[in-house]
């Protein structure tokens, strides 16, 4: 398991991002675990270690049989420490520091830390935290955890949805509009606008043009009528251009909301928590025929898209893109 954005935003936040060791008040930095952290740490640059009060490892200090694991990442479980303190108070299991001892330890630095804020302060964590709430909401309902599950079930030589999966995906739109996303974000609350109308469309165009599969009431696919019997050639033409067509649009609006997805992620990491999402990566675009071809890319919007008043152009944009190369972008 690792720590949560919810649980990690309020750690820092509460303890004012200083060590709550005792007197400590170190000023602490986020380690991001990458090149930059490395290079702040080797300047002698404190980074801040959201440290366990009980660990989740039998042989870890303070640990206890009966503490839930699924609780052990929790808030409620992190002090956050200097990496000196850290270490301290680990030492011999953790034998000079109970739980209790910690928990008070944490109690008492974020009383303190919360009596220097103003109201403002104060309401603006409030919202922070609320909106992170919200970001992890929508983590549960976009699957991002399946996310290359989703795009590679969208890019099947020949796509086949369950309706309830559908219309998962329209009930996600749906909480979408639904959400007041604070102005203190403004990049963030237009990348949910935008993903939530590739969404939109991506749900339309299912909806208008896929039917239930023969023999089958949970099944949508795109209309091939000439499986249900002879066609003349003029007609097979026109249904089997009409077949291509409509699934190379499903492809390019998996391919449109992969890249309104990572965009919403990147704002995350901008303006609410820079380690959301940090250890998974970016969302994967998979595509493949379910026999030979399984590739993977990283789809993300260009320079040019972000820069746009909304990076997604809309339905038409993309249909007429999709006539103009005869097919797909992927």
Request: proline content about 5%; aromatic content about 10%.
């Amino acid at each position: 398991m690792t720590i949560g954005s919810p649980a990690r935003k309020v750690l820092w936040a509460r303890s004012g991002n200083l060590c709550a060791f005792l007197e400590c008040n170190q000023l602490l930095t986020y380690n991001l675990h990458d090149e930059e952290s490395r290079t702040l740490e080797e300047s002698g640059i404190p980074l801040g270690e959201e440290a366990h009060i009980i660990s989740g490892s039998p042989d870890g200090p303070r640990y206890d049989p009966n503490y839930p694991n699924g609780k052990v990442d929790d808030y409620e479980n992190l002090i956050l420490l200097c990496p000196t303190h850290h270490r301290i108070i680990d030492k011999k299991g953790g034998a000079g520091f109970s739980s209790e001892t910690l928990r008070e330890m944490k109690r008492t630095h974020e009383v303190a830390q919360a009596a220097k804020k103003s109201p403002s302060d104060l309401r603006r964590e409030e919202i922070e935290l609320r909106t992170l709430a919200m970001v992890e909401n929508w983590v549960d309902r976009a699957a991002l955890s399946r996310w290359g599950n989703l795009t590679y079930r969208l890019n099947q030589p020949v796509v086949s949805l369950k309706e309830s999966w559908v219309n998962a995906l329209y009930e996600q739109g749906e909480w979408l509009m639904m959400r007041n996303w604070p102005d203190f974000f403004p990049g963030l609350k237009s990348a949910f606008a935008n993903y939530q109308c590739v969404l939109r469309d991506l749900v339309n165009h299912i909806r208008s043009s896929m039917e239930y599969r023969h023999n089958s009431e949970d099944r949508l696919e795109f209309p091939r009528p000439w499986q249900r019997g002879w066609l003349p050639q003029e007609k097979y033409d026109k249904a089997r251009k009409e077949f291509e067509f409509s699934q190379d649009m499903l492809y390019e609006l998996s391919w449109e909301l992969t890249k309104a997805a990572n965009y919403v992620c990147d704002l995350v990491r901008t303006e609410l928590d820079p380690l959301f999402r940090f250890e998974e990566g970016a969302l994967p675009y998979r595509i493949g025929d379910g026999l030979i071809v399984d590739n993977l890319s990283r789809e993300e919007y260009s320079y040019e898209e972000r820069n746009r008043q909304q990076p997604y152009e809309g339905l038409s944009v993309v249909k007429e893109r999709v006539r103009a190369q005869g097919g797909a972008s992927r």
